[in-house]
Nanobody
Framework: QLQASGGGLVQSGGSLRLSCAASVDSGRIVRFDAWAWYRQPPGKQRELVASITSSGSTNYADSAKGRFTISRDSAKNTVYLQMNSLKPADTAVYYC????????????????????WGQGTLVTVSS
């Protein structure tokens, strides 16, 4: 239900913009708690990179502060992660997550989901 894209190979100091779109039958997410981006570097555990709540409050890992920006487009059911000044240490598979969200199905019935993950998109930063 979540489709992430935008990963790729970039040189150190470069930029990438990740996108994650939620596929919703009715086209509407009527409520959610937060979008988030996580990443999992090779051989390491998954870690939170950035999050944004339904009210627009943002939170960043120390490693992302000042370089990454999370944003959302409610009309498109999409979250973005703009990544600037990339470093080799940013190399990882990036996953989007949507927490506690509610959509309206084709019959007009609210459908709640505890949380969903995107499939991951690989970001490789070369030195």
């Amino acid at each position: 239900q979540l489709q992430a894209s935008g990963g790729g190979l970039v040189q150190s100091g470069g930029s990438l913009r990740l996108s994650c779109a939620a596929s919703v039958d009715s086209g509407r997410i009527v409520r959610f708690d937060a979008w988030a981006w996580y990443r999992q570097p090779p051989g390491k555990q998954r870690e939170l990179v950035a999050s944004i709540t339904s009210s627009g409050s943002t939170n960043y890992a120390d490693s992302a502060k000042g370089r990454f920006t999370i944003s959302r487009d409610s009309a498109k059911n999409t979250v973005y992660l703009q990544m600037n000044s990339l470093k080799p240490a940013d190399t990882a598979v990036y996953y989007c997550h949507l927490d506690k969200w509610v959509t309206i199905d084709s019959m007009g019935t609210p459908v709640a989901s505890a949380g969903s993950w995107g499939q991951g998109t690989l970001v490789t930063v070369s030195s």
